[in-house]
């Protein structure tokens, strides 16, 4: 079984090393970080393990290479980018999202018709070009036909990362998953990046009043939508979160908190604005994710010299 991670940041890497001890796998990656992978191993720390890792890596596509599966990690802003750069790879090939947010798979189909969405929540900080720490585990992963369904090629990628020690299950309504991981990063990245604080931090009443307000505008985007989510209700959810999510998570700090830090821009389009877009679309007012979004683009704007 062969598998190529594109756009590997730490979830790609990570999900790559993993793989490496039960399938051959190629991770395309940052030049930085893969001249430091090829020097010296990749480091994984933290809740998936603790092992050094070699495995195939460089910046691009090795020439003439075929792949049973390719994993595209990306940030959501740089998905078209990178399909548009491999589309001769992916074109027949059974292609995963294993990102943030709402749209991937869509850009995805456009250049593959093999397209299984992938849905994980789970905390991955850098620590250092060739090393990650694992330092969040909300769940198994999951993995489904898009936009719903679960045949044999989702099956087999299923095992194989089970295989590989990665918590994963298989879902027949992968579309109904990445809403529900797509309300979690909404009600707690932007704000946890905006204010800087771990997400244990928005239990605070005050700003769990903007994490509930984020959360029933986004139910009522998604009903309109025609998705079915576990939890039926706002309400219903916002316990789960509270209860369940937030301390399971509760000393981990936002990738976007992270992108913010190095100065990149953040995925906060395909978040809450996503909520936004498909809000105007139904015509249901999203005001709270509106100034969220709003808010995201200043920081963004502060580390870019003020630049719109």
Known sequence: ???????????????????????????????????????GGFTLTGLWGEDTCRFSVSDTVPA????DYAIVTSKSRDTDAICRE????????????LQNGIGNEEIIGTYTDRVIGGMIITG??????????????GGPAKLGRFPAGLDEPVKGLVALMQEAGIRVEGSPAIRSDLWVKTLYNCALNPLGAIMGVPYGKLAHPAAWKIVESIVREGFLVVEAEGVKLPCKTADEYLRYLHDTQLPATAGHHSSMLQD????RPTEIDFLNGAIVAKGAL?????????????????????????AP
Do not use: Q
């Open 1 to 39: 079984m062969k598998v190529l991670v594109l756009g590997a940041g730490a979830v790609g890497l990570c999900v790559a090393a993993k793989l490496s001890r039960v399938c051959e796998v190629h991770a395309v990656t940052r030049k930085k970080s893969a001249d430091a992978i090829r020097a």
């Open 260 to 263: 913010l830090g190095r100065g």
């Open 86 to 97: 491999f589309a001769a790879t992916l074109k027949g090939t059974e292609t995963v999202s």
């Open 124 to 137: 991955f900080e850098w620590a250092g070009d060739a090393a990650v720490h694992v330092s969040v585990d």
């Open 64 to 67: 003439d290479a075929r792949y």
């Open 282 to 306: 139904h015509k249901i007012p999203t005001p709270v994710n509106a100034c969220i979004v709003s808010l995201v683009k200043f920081r963004e704007s502060l580390t870019n010299g003020g």
